[in-house]
Nanobody
């Protein structure tokens, strides 16, 4: 079992930046944080970005490509999401996701509690 704790959310004006962090604890030798999802009010949870174990492969949703950057800490048990040029439509609860496979496309099996990001216009 792995536990995921997100931090870094908050209120920011459009055009601003935030950096989200996800720290994993527990069985991080078999399950590691590898992606971010988000869920806006009244909408389904959607994929935002993912990263391989090595950090060399990343994958982004079209809606955030060029604005968001996912990265992994040296300890491998932490992932970050740098969000620049934020838009009101980025407002959502952001969830960290972990898995046991190195695929950046699937295999998300554990979830954090989420952190709220609100972008004002």
């Amino acid at each position: 079992q792995v536990q995921l704790v997100e931090s870094g959310g908050g209120l920011v004006q459009a055009g601003g930046s935030l950096r989200l962090s996800c720290a994993a604890s527990g069985r991080t030798y078999t399950t590691w944080p590898k992606g971010w999802f988000r869920q806006a009010p009244g909408k389904e949870r959607e994929f935002v970005a993912s990263i391989s174990w090595s950090g060399q492969v990343t994958y982004y949703a079209d809606s955030v490509k060029g604005r968001f950057t996912i990265s992994r800490g040296n300890a491998k048990s932490t992932v970050y999401l740098q969000m620049n040029s934020l838009k009101p439509e980025d407002t959502a609860v952001y969830y960290c996701a972990a898995g046991t496979s190195d695929s950046v496309f699937d295999g998300f099996s554990s979830w954090g509690q989420g952190t709220q990001v609100t972008v004002s216009s």
